[in-house]
């Protein structure tokens, strides 16, 4: 009964026209079809953060969201927050900065989450960020620093 | 995943009437339906995308109370100023609940209807026997560990806990389910297992969720949500209390009071036997704690769960005696030790 469905998706301002069976995850799509490898698989259901992307700005996990579901929105990864010139995102400076990681698996779903964190005004306190940081687990156990950079990339957003 | 079709709604009508097919199911925020699909509890042949239509996501809020559209997303809903102010219960339920991204993608029709974490439920290849999923099969949770099983409103077939947040602080508060058939009291929306744990609430098969009506009191704008869990965020409740609470002019006696329990029970708990037997009285740590124990009146133990029936009434007393505290800074003193 398998038949496959073409999706356009709007991904970091290109499009990209994919053929995929209507189970696919948007993360498979991105990773599998779109060949956009930077968004991670890790529990693939939905505990652990690793694969957070935006849609239409707001942070999602992209292993519980279908492709299908979001076409006609606008999608965001890893891939598609550094600058045109290659500039990277000030939250991504401010990750490599403090050391934020240790084997980067977690990182691009920090880095998703953080941006969007920092956009909703939830970087009052280290308390506040740390609650709203809470879906980003990192099993090396990075938090300290990652609290770290999310507050400095904070900071220089309101300066 | 097991494999289906993907429609997306041009209208409600549409989905409802593509609803009704027997292995159907509505896709709203996904965060559940998708998680059980991958799990092998969902086994829909047809998904139909409803997340993308108009007008069921709107958040009114009057003197008279709170209109929520069914496709409102939890974040939404936790961060606005107006429900936060009439509602802060309501509002501390959601934004206790999940991760943000969960949050965003959830809605609040959804949240009412996300199912058991009752890991026998969830896991159908290690544990054929479940009566929810298959109904006549037996619980594998009986026997078998129960630290966050329920200890009310079980039955002989499902121990299982309702673990949402929302809906608690919704049941203390009266608020009403909209669906496109009907209005439903939220207490009487969900249903105990008894002998068909299958049947969850009183929806029926194709009926739609569109809204929620929560009536604007003092004691829901006087209210606490407090949440007691093995970790300080992202974790269910080990128990819950959603609490409203109005003084009389003396500011000790007691004029209103709901209490509705989390984490503990089959569904949504409402407490009335805890409210029945304060209201009238002053607020004083040790009546509290006398009465906040017949909240788990009735409860029954199964091993591991045990530690719920001495940890939900001090929940229970905690949550009221942090919200009297807060209407009348004079009882702090006299509440010191306890809240």
């Known amino acids: ?159 | 995943m097991l494999d289906f079709s993907y429609t997306r709604a041009r209208s409600a009508e549409e989905a409802r009437a593509a609803a009704g097919e027997p292995a159907a199911r509505l896709l709203a925020g996904g965060t559940t339906l998708l998680d059980l699909a991958k799990c092998g509890v969902e086994r829909p042949d047809t998904v139909i995308d409803i997340s993308h239509l108009d007008g069921l996501s709107d958040i009114l809020v009057d003197g008279t109370g709170a209109s929520i559209g069914a496709l409102a997303k939890m974040s939404a809903v936790a961060d606005r100023a107006d429900i936060r102010h009439a509602f802060p219960a309501v509002s501390q339920s959601l934004s206790l609940a999940a991760s943000q991204q969960l949050r965003n993608m959830a809605t609040i029709g959804g949240n009412l209807l996300q199912r058991t974490r009752c890991p026998y439920f969830r896991d159908p290849a290690t544990f054929p026997d479940c009566n929810k999923r298959n109904p006549g099969s037996g619980c594998a949770a009986l026997g078998g560990v129960t630290r966050n099983q329920a200890i009310l409103g079980t039955s002989d077939h499902c121990i299982a806990t309702y673990h949402g947040d929302l809906a608690v602080a919704l049941v203390a508060f009266d608020a009403t389910v909209r669906t496109d058939r009907r209005e439903v009291p939220i207490d009487a929306f969900f249903l105990t297992p008894d002998d068909r744990p299958e049947q969850e609430t009183v929806l029926d098969k194709g009926e739609m969720i569109t809204g929620l009506t929560i009536p604007a009191t003092v004691a829901a704008r006087q209210s606490t949500y407090l949440k007691v869990r093995d970790r300080q965020s992202y974790e269910f409740a080990a128990a819950s209390a959603a609490i409203g609470l109005d003084l009389e002019a003396d500011g000790v006696t007691i004029r209103d009071l709901r209490v509705a329990l989390g984490g503990v029970a089959t569904k949504p708990w409402r407490a009335r036997t805890v409210e029945a037997a304060l209201i009238g009285k002053p607020v004083r740590p040790e009546i509290i704690a006398e009465a906040s124990r017949l909240a788990v009146e009735g409860a029954v133990s199964h091993g591991g769960n045990h530690y719920k029936i001495e940890l939900a009434p001090r929940v229970v007393a905690r949550a009221i005696l942090t919200v009297a505290a807060h209407l009348n800074p004079d009882l702090n003193p006299a509440l010191g030790e306890t809240a």
């Open chain 1, 1 to 159: 009964m398998t038949r496959t469905i073409r999706l356009s998706l709007d991904i970091n301002e290109r499009r990209y026209e994919i053929d995929v069976e209507p189970r696919v995850t948007l993360l498979d799509a991105l990773r599998d079809h779109a060949g956009l490898s930077g968004t991670k698989k890790g529990c693939d259901q939905g505990q652990c953060g690793a694969c957070t992307c935006h849609i239409d700005g707001q942070r999602v996990l992209s292993c519980l969201t279908l492709a299908a579901q979001a076409e006609g929105r606008k999608i965001t990864t890893i891939e598609g927050i550094a600058a045109a010139n290659g500039d990277l995102h000030p939250v991504q400076l401010a990750f490599i900065e403090h050391d934020a990681f240790q084997c980067g698996y977690c990182t691009p779903g920090q880095i998703m989450s953080a941006v969007a964190c920092i956009r909703e005004g939830r970087t009052g306190s280290d308390e506040e960020i740390r609650e709203y940081m809470s879906g980003n687990l990192c099993r090396c156990g990075a938090y300290n620093s990652i609290v770290a950079a999310v507050r400095e990339a904070a900071e220089m957003a309101d300066a």
